[in-house]
Structures are given as C-alpha cells and as structure tokens.
T-cell receptor
Framework: DTGVSQNPRHKITKRGQNVTFRCDPI?????LYWYRQTLGQGPEFLTY????????KSRLLSDRFSAERPKGSFSTLEIQRTEQGDSAMYLC??????????????FGEGSRLTVL | KQEVTQIPAALSVPEGENLVLNCSFT??????LQWFRQDPGKGLTSLLL?????REQTSGRLNASLDKSSGRSTLYIAASQPGDSATYLC??????????????FGKGTKLSVIP
C-alpha cells in the first residue's frame, strides 16, 4: 500500500498522559500536514512540513503539542498532558507541491484520540 | 480569513437520482479547490481537484464545477447509488497570511442514498 499510513488508529488515554501519533506519507511527497477533526466539523489545520522544516503552525497548536518530521520522511505528533478537549480525530495528509501552494492532498485513515 | 460553507448539511435521496452539493467560499483568491469523501470514522478520500484556472473536472459519475469570481463550487453526482452514502467535504487552498497557502474545509454535506 503506497498511501498515507497513520498509527495508532485508536488511542484511549487518561487525562494528563502523553500520547504520540505517527504518520508515514506517500514516499515522494515533500509536504506533510496535520489536521484535527471533531464530530460534525470539517478538519482544522494544525501544522505542516516542507521536507523536514516545519513552516507553519496554527494557533490551535498549543505548547502541549509538538510535531516533528526528522529527515523529511515520517512525522510524529505528540500531545503532552492531555486534556478531554484534545479528544478528536487527528488526520495526516501529504502532497507534492511547489511554492506556497498546497498541491493535491492525500489523507490517511486518521488516529482517533479519546481522553478520559 | 477564508470561510467555507456547504449547503445542505444533510441530504437524503432515492437511488438513481442525480444530485448537486454546494460549496461557497468568502475569499475568491484561491489556488485550487478539492472535493473529498469521508466515510464514518475514516479518513478523507480525494475525489476531484480543480485548479483556479479551470471551470470543471470530471471523474466517472462525478462532475465538479468552479466559479471563482462568485465564490462557488458544485459537485454533481449522477445516478446515485447506496455506496455513495458518505459525507462530502469541500476545501479551498488560499493564502494563509503566514507565507503559504492553506486548505480550509467546510463542515461537509452528509449524503444518504436510499435503496
């Protein structure tokens, strides 16, 4: 399968714990995006990478959130000291783009987080 | 700030009907527009991408149009099937103000095709 892969698919954690999600993009794609989606809403932008550089972060991305893309390949999204409001689907997407454009985004199946 | 609205929020049609989903956006300075399909609890599947210089794109029973000047796009689904039941999301790529373009999504239209 050469699509975008996300792990784990589901994560249930207690408030205050740290969680980490992993995203493996389509291999030749230079852009990698993280979005968050809550029930009944469209995805909201969190951050994106051009190769290994994190170029933009949303105001939604508080200090408890950190994302990395070492070597411009897979990416991780870590949430520290989780809160119940962090419960959502975390979506990863990748694209092949030039300049400032997003290109055509291809999404993974998402990682659903439930904070108890 | 770009805002994307999708109407209706939900739609139920009998199998075989043709239908139109609507998407509007507030800032016409977009780079492209993308339609996605999302099944319950799943990720997004890209259906069609329309560049800002294009008027429409077609894929099988799907046809998407773009009127950038009026800030509107439509997704036309011909001869609907129960397997088309899903949420359809519209997203526009526009300047984020932070040096790059960003994809802004609507809330989606939940489609149910009744056998």
């Amino acid at each position: 399968d050469t699509g975008v892969s996300q792990n784990p698919r589901h994560k249930i954690t207690k408030r205050g714990q740290n969680v980490t999600f992993r995203c493996d993009p389509i291999s030749e794609h230079n852009r990698l995006y993280w979005y968050r989606q809550t029930l009944g809403q469209g995805p909201e932008f969190l951050t994106y990478f051009q190769n290994e550089a994190q170029l933009e972060k949303s105001r939604l991305l508080s200090d408890r959130f950190s994302a990395e893309r070492p070597k411009g390949s897979f990416s991780t999204l870590e949430i520290q000291r989780t809160e119940q409001g962090d419960s959502a689907m975390y979506l990863c997407a990748s694209s092949l783009a030039k300049g400032g454009d997003t290109g055509e985004l291809f999404f993974g199946e998402g990682s659903r987080l439930t904070v108890l | 700030k770009q805002e994307v609205t999708q109407i209706p929020a939900a739609l139920s049609v009998p199998e075989g009907e043709n239908l139109v989903l609507n998407c509007s956006f507030t800032d016409s300075a977009i780079y492209n527009l993308q339609w996605f399909r999302q099944d319950p609890g799943k990720g997004l599947t890209s259906l069609l991408l329309i560049q800002s210089s294009q008027r429409e794109q077609t894929s099988g029973r799907l046809n998407a149009s773009l009127d950038k000047s009026s800030g509107r796009s439509t997704l036309y689904i011909a001869a609907s099937q129960p397997g088309d039941s899903a949420t359809y999301l519209c997203a526009v790529s526009s300047y984020s103000g932070a040096g790059s373009y960003q994809l802004t999504f609507g809330k989606g239209t939940k489609l149910s095709v009744i056998p």
